[in-house]
């Protein structure tokens, strides 16, 4: 018996036929991806047998991809017959949590790390995985799909609850992880902020905004020389696979080559994948030979030889504003508290009992109004802001 119509991701049934075996198999991702069993004991012993392996020979931790959808639906039959993704009966289950914490246990108890990519709906979910009694994940990575990020209408507002979330978490004791970019998503400096004119100006913005706020942040490959969306000429460059799938579906819908292209390449995942660009060499310094992508066409501008000599190149800004962090107590654990700002304006203040951080950021490619009382700080890093802040200008005020 079939799951009904359920579709995986990418798109196309969630069942696949096996020849060997005469069978279908269920795989709510990739047909290379198999989904597994996790009511078996004989599997779970085998999945902690092989964290053991791993933890003996000494790793620090575990990111776990994709870990919301480990339970499935009994009784098949009973499941209503209608095209809907094969994620949504199997999301954030119960016993799932069981599993879960199954498998954390040694990771706890050998000190190791852990995050889990998780979907989440609201805040309330996201606690069931990271609130530390319940002994699951340190902290938590939400997975969103590109396109909300990229087809918001409201980008900058969008963050803001992010980081209003982030204070509900800390507020209940989780620690959690801060990111702008990974392999799913564009890159930050072309999504966030603005990967022409403000190139510089903007990367150093999200680098501020990413490594002043509670948890641990996330640094993504490239991110800290600025790299941006690849924004390939031709369909055929791209390999993942969930970009070919919409671009085929655009133009089987009437859509021209170029529309097509124009919609798909702003969310792609490859915009994330394409290698890091150490050099201007031919394949960037990543290789001597041609990569799984084209290596992006700004590498002669973007590189990090090009940037590790230059005091003002964003790689440097990314050194001084970690060490920043890194002899901050306040920057990595103080409360964190959203100020009143402009729309495209993101202004909060993280404080201890010791000091406090007015930290400013402008999303946007005008000036616009900051109504604070700045006396008080020393201006430690960015524009001195009297009554507004610069297109993609940052801030950070110190004071006690």
Not at 45 to 68: H, T
Not at 129 to 149: A, H, N
Not at 171 to 192: C, I, M, T
Request: net charge negative; hydrophobic share 35%; charged share 25%.
């Amino acid at each position: 018996m079939l799951w009904g119509n359920y579709e995986g991701i990418p798109q196309g049934s969630a069942w696949e036929w096996s020849e060997e075996r005469q069978q279908y198999y269920l795989h709510i991702f990739s047909k290379k991806q198999p989904d597994l069993n996790w009511s078996n004991k004989a599997l779970r012993d085998d999945i902690n047998a092989m964290i053991k392996w791993w933890l003996d020979k000494g790793v620090d931790g575990f990111r776990v991809d994709a870990i919301s959808f480990l339970e499935k639906p009994q009784d098949f039959a009973a499941l209503p017959d209608q095209d809907v993704f094969a994620t949504l009966p199997c999301n954030n289950e119960k016993i799932g949590h069981e599993y879960i914490r199954s498998f954390m246990e040694q990771i706890h108890q050998r000190g190791a790390f852990s995050v889990g990519e998780i979907n989440a709906v609201d805040t309330a979910e996201v606690l069931r995985y990271t609130l530390p009694e319940r002994g699951e994940f340190q902290m938590s990575i939400v997975f969103v799909p590109p396109e909300v990020e990229v087809f918001h209408s409201d980008l900058i507002g969008y963050y803001k609850q992010q980081i209003e979330r982030r204070i509900q978490l800390q507020e209940q004791g989780v620690w959690d992880a801060v990111f702008l970019s990974n392999h799913d998503k564009p890159r930050q400096v072309s999504l966030f902020g603005d990967d022409g004119e403000y190139w510089q100006q903007s990367a150093k913005a999200l680098a501020v905004l990413n490594l002043t706020q509670y948890g641990t942040p996330f640094l993504y490959q490239g991110e800290e020389i600025g790299m941006t969306n690849c924004y390939f000429d031709t369909i055929e460059k791209y390999n993942d696979i969930d970009t070919v799938n919409k671009y085929n579906e655009l133009i089987a819908k009437g859509h021209t080559n170029c529309e097509a292209l124009a919609t798909v390449k702003l969310a792609s995942r490859d915009n994330a994948r394409t290698p890091m660009q150490w050099t201007n060499e031919q394949y960037a310094g990543f290789s001597h030979v041609q990569p799984w992508l084209d290596v992006n066409n700004n590498k002669g501008e973007i590189n990090v030889a090009e940037q590790q000599g230059n005091s003002s190149s964003i790689l440097n800004f990314y050194r001084n504003l970690l060490a920043l962090r890194k002899e901050s107590s306040c920057l990595k654990f103080g409360q964190t508290t959203l100020l009143p700002s402009h729309d495209k304006v993101i202004m909060f203040e993280r404080s201890n009992e010791s000091e406090k951080f007015i930290v400013v950021i402008n999303l946007s490619n005008e000036s616009h109004a900051v109504n604070y009382d700045f006396s008080l700080f020393e201006n430690i890093l960015g524009q001195d802001i009297t009554d507004s802040i610069e297109p993609f200008g940052y801030s950070i005020y110190r004071g006690v």
